[in-house]
């Protein structure tokens, strides 16, 4: 049973492409996260909704919107890639406390 | 913001010995989790331990709120606990988790 899952696993793209990552987890949790893991495997928060609302916006960049369709998803859409956001982005989910992340989804962008 | 610090910053053990990796952390925080992100890059819970000492197997933590920092013990470590091992903590409660740099182990046989 996959409690966070992401598509897709994998994503090569050229530079300014659209495209978007979708996140669904089956925990039943209230809280859901985006994170980017940078080459250097620096972990760092993105967004949060909880119940379908935005929570946590850090210092991202408007090319990044987050969509919570409902409890169960967080989708992550990236306008007019750039270079630099090749990394690996990880879906968490949490209902009090623990969080629990995704398998990832590595984005390459050439 | 609050720092979090973790040393060593790479590890290298013989298959069968012990270890302690520390997590150091700059202010007062609500949560604490320690992960394990395997070769494969998948991120895995260990430990949700914003106080005291807890155990699974030949892995314990503990955590001395009062001091800001918290230890993972490995113990009889095998070639699978290879891998980065995180600490992450989160100041309020908004859950935001903020990560260290990691300590990178591996285990040879």
């Known amino acids: 049973d996959t409690a966070v899952s992401q598509t897709p696993k994998y994503l090569v793209t050229q530079m300014g492409n659209d495209k978007s990552i979708k996140c669904e987890q089956n925990l039943g949790h209230d809280t859901m996260y985006w994170y980017k893991q940078d080459s250097k495997k620096f972990l760092k928060i993105m967004f949060s909704?909880?119940?379908?609302?935005?929570?946590i916006n850090e210092t991202v960049p408007n090319r990044f919107s987050p969509k919570s369709p409902d409890k169960a998803h967080l989708n992550l859409h990236i306008n007019s890639l750039e270079l630099g956001d090749s990394a690996v982005y990880f879906c968490a989910s949490s209902l009090m406390g623990t969080q629990y992340f995704g398998p990832g989804t590595r984005l390459l962008v050439l | 913001g609050i720092q979090v610090e973790q040393s060593p910053p790479d590890l290298i053990l013989q298959e069968g010995a012990n270890s302690t990796l520390r997590c150091n952390f700059s202010?007062?925080?609500?949560?604490l989790q320690w992960f394990h992100q395997n070769p494969w890059g998948q991120l895995i819970n260990l430990f949700y331990?914003?106080?005291g000492t807890k155990q699974n197997g030949r892995l314990s933590a503990t955590t001395v709120a009062t001091e800001r920092y918290s230890l993972l013990y490995i113990s009889s470590s095998q070639t699978t606990d290879s891998g980065v091992y995180f600490c992450?903590?989160?100041?309020?409660?908004?859950?935001?988790?903020?990560f260290g740099s990691g300590t990178r182990l591996l285990v040879r046989p």
């Open positions: 202010d007062s925080v609500n949560n």
């Open positions: 331990i914003p106080s």
């Open positions: 992450a903590v989160n100041m309020d409660s908004s859950y935001k988790l903020i």
């Open positions: 909704y909880n119940n379908k609302e935005l929570i």
